[in-house]
């Protein structure tokens, strides 16, 4: 079974432009979970989407936003960059059952904003 | 008060120890409890996962969890030096997972 999927691996945009990254799900998962990753601040949650529906949110500004598509793709945009946005930006995926749940990571997409 | 926390390290420990990495968490609705390696530049890469109180054991790995203490461990017996990464620890409630900083660990040959 393939695992999960992110396109790009590697981006490199300036402050104030956007972006958009892709993931593909393991076959059969149907949540999808973005985090952003950096040296300082370690793995934090950006938002979760089930069934094409947000689901869980995390503490990130609007700039920050996704979705997911009916075939449980998903992808996050990120507007106005900032520097401060470089990071190793990972989506991770599972069934979505309420309990007992694990996640799967994909490679990740490493943004540097200049 | 973070979710979760995890002492950053590094935990150095010599080639065929036992290698004991530890973890709280504050949400005591926590259902799931996970530890992942992370090579550096690398993803993600779970090893296991807890769900009862009491350990769980696959192959060198040893998983403990204490519900009323509010404390995941990760045992690793016969330390690799393949076995040097960070280690995540992570908890969900609900679909919403917190992950601690992370333990580096280092396994000297």
């Known amino acids: 079974k393939a695992g999960v999927t992110q396109t790009p691996r590697y981006l490199i945009k300036t402050r104030g432009q956007q972006v958009t990254l892709s993931c593909s799900p393991i076959s059969g998962h149907r949540s999808v979970s973005w985090y952003q990753q950096t040296p300082g601040q370690g793995l934090q949650f950006l938002f979760e989407?089930?069934?094409?529906?947000?689901?869980n949110k995390g503490n990130f500004p609007g700039r920050f936003s996704g979705r997911q598509f009916s075939n449980s793709r998903s992808e996050m945009n990120v507007s106005t960059l900032e520097l401060g946005d470089s990071a190793l930006y990972l989506c991770a995926s599972s069934f979505g059952a309420d309990r007992e749940e694990t996640q799967y990571f994909g490679p990740g997409t490493r943004l540097l904003v200049l | 008060q973070k979710e979760v926390e995890q002492n950053s390290g590094p935990l150095s420990v010599p080639e065929g120890a036992i290698a004991s990495l530890n973890c709280t968490y504050s949400d005591r609705g926590s259902q799931s409890f996970f530890w992942y390696r992370q090579y550096s530049g690398k993803s993600p890469e779970l090893i296991m996962f807890i769900y009862s109180n009491g350990d769980k054991e696959d192959g060198r790995f040893t998983a403990q969890l204490n519900k009323a203490s509010q404390y995941v461990s990760l045992l690793i017996r016969d330390s690799q030096p393949s076995d040097s990464a960070t280690y995540l620890c992570a908890v969900s409630h609900f679909n919403k997972f917190y992950f601690g900083s992370g333990t580096k660990l280092n396994v000297k040959p």
């Open positions: 989407y089930f069934s094409e529906t947000q689901r």
